[in-house]
């Protein structure tokens, strides 16, 4: 069975910081893996969706990196912003399931100006 | 971009009663939706597939009796909590999947806003 796993949980840094945010996967099968953006008490926002054939998607702020062989991706996110604050998650595609989405635990992430 | 809707944001309602909440993908056909259940401070957890036209495929564990989803058409799917309890009260959100955007690998699933419900 295919688990998810974020780390930090949370995270409290000060505006204009670059941060990482790590996403574990246990089974290296899957299609692809996608990074979203969730606000508090709202639905997701997809960030940047990464295909199990490429290392690395990169949009504005944002490179998220996969590494599926040890079952790793990371989300930088450059020049950290308030407006970054959100909770962010991880959701693998497992190649055993039609569309599926296994999520993440989530990284709460807070920005301070 | 597709936008994916949800009505209601907000429920209240007593223990016992049935609750309707609706998923719209507003610019696009959605043959299959997903209809997800998040609990405070806890991930997203599948709860089923709904295929337009056809019946719902439910994750272990989700009663189907007690989550009737119907997916009526391209465009609406709904999902009923029925005789709700407390223990139902969750964050309840939809996806859509584009039907006609091609290879479903390369594709993403578009969010809706999210409908809470409390159950008293």
């Known amino acids: 069975k295919q688990e998810v796993t974020q780390i930090p949980a949370a995270l409290s840094v000060p505006e204009g910081e670059n941060l990482v945010l790590n996403c574990s996967f246990t089974d290296s099968a899957i299609y692809n893996l996608q990074w979203f953006r969730q606000d508090p008490g709202k639905g997701l926002t997809s960030l940047l969706l990464?295909?199990?054939?490429?290392r690395e998607q990169t949009s504005g702020r944002l490179n998220a990196s996969l590494d599926k062989s040890s079952g790793r991706s990371t989300l930088y996110i450059a020049a950290s912003q308030p407006g970054d604050s959100a909770t962010y998650l991880c959701?693998?595609?497992?190649?055993?399931?039609?569309?599926?989405?296994?999520f993440g635990t989530g990284t709460r992430l807070l920005v301070s100006p | 971009g597709a936008v994916v809707s949800q009505h209601p944001s907000r429920v209240i309602c007593k223990s016992g009663t049935s609750v309707k909440i609706e998923c719209r993908s507003l610019?696009?056909?959605?043959?299959?939706m997903f209809w997800y259940r998040q609990f405070p401070k806890q991930s997203l957890m599948l709860m089923a597939t709904?295929?337009?036209?056809?019946?719902?495929?439910?994750e272990q564990g989700v009663e189907k009796d007690k989550f009737l989803i119907n997916h009526a058409s391209l465009t609406l799917s709904t999902l009923t909590v029925t005789s709700a309890h407390p223990e139902d009260s969750s964050f309840y959100i939809c996806?859509?999947?584009?039907?006609?955007?091609?290879?479903?690998?390369?594709?993403?699933?578009?969010f809706g806003p999210g409908t809470r419900l409390l159950v008293l």
């Open positions: 996806s859509a999947r584009d039907g006609l955007a091609g290879d479903m690998l390369q594709e993403t699933q578009y």
């Open positions: 959701a693998v595609h497992p190649d055993t399931g039609f569309q599926k989405l296994v």
């Open positions: 709904s295929n337009e036209g056809s019946k719902a495929t439910y």
């Open positions: 610019d696009f056909q959605a043959t299959t």
């Open positions: 990464i295909q199990s054939s490429q």
